[in-house]
């Protein structure tokens, strides 16, 4: 089969597998969990970062709270925010329609602008005035066909900024290209015509050189889409690789010379009682992790190692020493369990903390020999997620990630990370910043400044006031708390990822 089979193969299966999903659909009761989450909420003021954003659009100024941190440029931030739709509350926190937040960093203060991404999806539904189709972890009823995958594109996971452009990403379908000013959508992105509609993961890897990487999964068709993409946004080259038994893959990561997947026993078993998309994976802990490690220059090229059963939704970043040996860390969790529990709970107003969490791990690969060892990084006690890096070592030798944490033995009534660490990977050693009792911290990027200065930026929603606040923190005096503080006048949903785009 050559490429463009492979390719058109992948896109025919990618339909087949959402036009199973809808057949199955037509039977989910309606509004009990919208009426669940509205009823708890009182109770739990912190379920705000779950209420649906009711404006399409939103915009405000901000002045900082401290010292004008010295910092320019944007944060753009991206996450589910459209939970509800004509009554019906979506079960999975990953199936809102995705808004971009955009945060203008200056001396003078943060200047705020939120937009849902004009998808098909969301255009459709809002004309509708109900919820037209099935979603991750949601069935709708009455559901419309679907097509492809980016009819039911709900670009609600990450930004993207490459060659100047920006992005709205999914996972499992196309990017759509934002005005970074205004961020009105402006088109559904296909980086060829060939490639049109292949997956485009939410965690692309791009390395200081512009150079970017990314995969995407096509379940029904049991293929690992691979995309090389250089500095100035042209396709290099795609692949679709076999991958069988196949998984969510949500995240990957680069080296000087190859592409590392983890793909966990979490198995794509669709069949007749699979409700959604998320309910036709079966965890199946007696089987091990397999890595698979792709040689950049030459998709075909592969080796296979394996780890032990975990899951992993991000990993920090990953080099690559001149023996051959990989390094990277993860935030690893024992299972998946978290995204079939608390996940899908917290939408409905429950919180009983089902699922386990993730902590981070070293990982050394070694491919030529087999070898593959992991480490914890954290004690077993702890919780890390959302670790970041600084863009300027992408795929190269590093220490320090950025992470989100808890308080070790402090209980939060709100269940969520609350502290924001920053990781030396080669020694374990931690620095932390504890953010006050009643307000969630989000993603946090390492920002770079000038002569070895780096900054930490990243947000938190003080549910209590029902604020937004955007955090500025100089990297090397983390534990001192944010230099800066810029409060919105009004909550955001809890998002996922960002991306900053500096000044200059
Ligand atoms: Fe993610």
């Known amino acids: 089969m050559n490429r463009r089979d492979f390719l058109n193969s992948a896109r025919a299966a990618a339909a087949l597998g959402a036009l199973t999903l809808v057949r199955a659909g037509t039977a989910a009761p309606l509004d009990s969990w919208h009426t669940a989450f509205h009823e708890a909420l009182p109770g739990k003021p912190w379920l705000t970062g779950y209420r649906t954003m009711a404006r399409e659009q939103l915009q405000a ?14 944060l753009y931030r991206n996450g589910p925010a459209g939970h509800e739709v004509g009554g019906f509350r979506y079960r999975h926190w990953f199936d809102g329609d995705g808004m971009v937040q955009r945060f203008a960093v200056s001396e003078d203060g943060v200047a705020h602008l939120g937009r849902f991404v004009r998808t098909h999806k969301r255009v459709a539904e809002s004309g509708a005035g109900r919820a037209l189709y ?40 196309s990017p759509h290209r934002l005005d970074p000013a205004t961020l ?4 559904v992105h296909s980086y060829s015509p060939q490639t049109q509609g292949l997956p485009f993961s939410a965690h692309p890897r791009v390395e200081a050189d512009g150079t970017l990487w990314n995969f995407g999964y096509v379940s029904a068709a049991k293929r690992l889409v691979l995309w090389h993409i250089d500095a100035a946004g042209t396709l290099v080259k795609a692949a679709a690789l076999p991958i069988d038994p196949i998984t969510m893959i949500h995240d990957f990561v680069v080296t000087r010379r ?21 309910q036709a994976h079966r965890w199946h802990p007696e089987h091990p992790t397999r890595v698979l490690v792709v040689d950049k220059n030459d998709f075909s090229r592969t080796t296979w190692l394996e780890l032990p059963a975990q899951w992993v939704f991000h990993f920090g970043n990953a080099w690559e020493d001149k023996d051959g040996f990989i390094r990277f ?6 299972d998946p369990s978290i995204m079939f529990g608390r996940f899908r709970d917290i939408m409905r107003g429950q919180d009983n903390g089902a699922g386990a969490p993730a902590r981070s791990f070293n990982y050394v690969l070694h491919p030529a020999t087999g070898y593959a060892t992991e ?9 890390g997620e959302f670790p970041t890096i600084d863009p300027r070592v992408s795929g ?22 609350d502290t924001v660490m920053l990781l030396d990977v080669t020694s374990g050693h931690s620095v932390r910043y504890t953010y006050p009792a009643h307000e969630i911290a989000e993603e946090h990027l390492i920002v770079p400044g000038d002569g070895g200065r780096f900054w930490l930026v990243g947000t938190t929603l003080a549910y209590r006031e029902e604020k937004t606040r955007l955090n500025v923190f100089d990297g090397k005096r983390l534990a001192d708390g ?3 503080i810029a409060t919105l006048p009004y909550p955001l949903p809890l998002g996922l990822h960002g991306k900053w785009q500096g000044v200059g």
């Open 184 to 187: 009105e959508t402006l088109s």
């Open 134 to 173: 099935p979603t991750f972890g949601s069935r709708v009823p009455n559901a419309n066909p679907v097509t492809k995958a980016d009819v039911v594109n709900t670009a609600n996971i990450s930004t993207l900024i490459h060659n100047g452009e920006l992005y709205a990403l999914w996972e499992a379908g």
């Open 482 to 484: 944010p230099v800066a």
């Open 375 to 383: 480490e914890p990084l954290m004690a077993a006690h702890e919780a």
């Open 61 to 74: 100024k901000a002045t900082w709270h401290g010292k004008a941190p010295g910092l320019r440029g944007t």
């Open 396 to 417: 190269r030798q590093y220490r320090h990630v950025a992470l989100l944490t808890t308080q070790p033995g402090q209980e939060t009534e709100h269940g969520h990370f």
């Open 329 to 334: 860390d993860g935030a690893r969790a024992p």
């Open 258 to 278: 190859h592409l590392v997947f983890l793909i966990p026993p979490l198995h794509f078993e669709p069949g007749a009682s699979s409700a959604t998309f998320l």
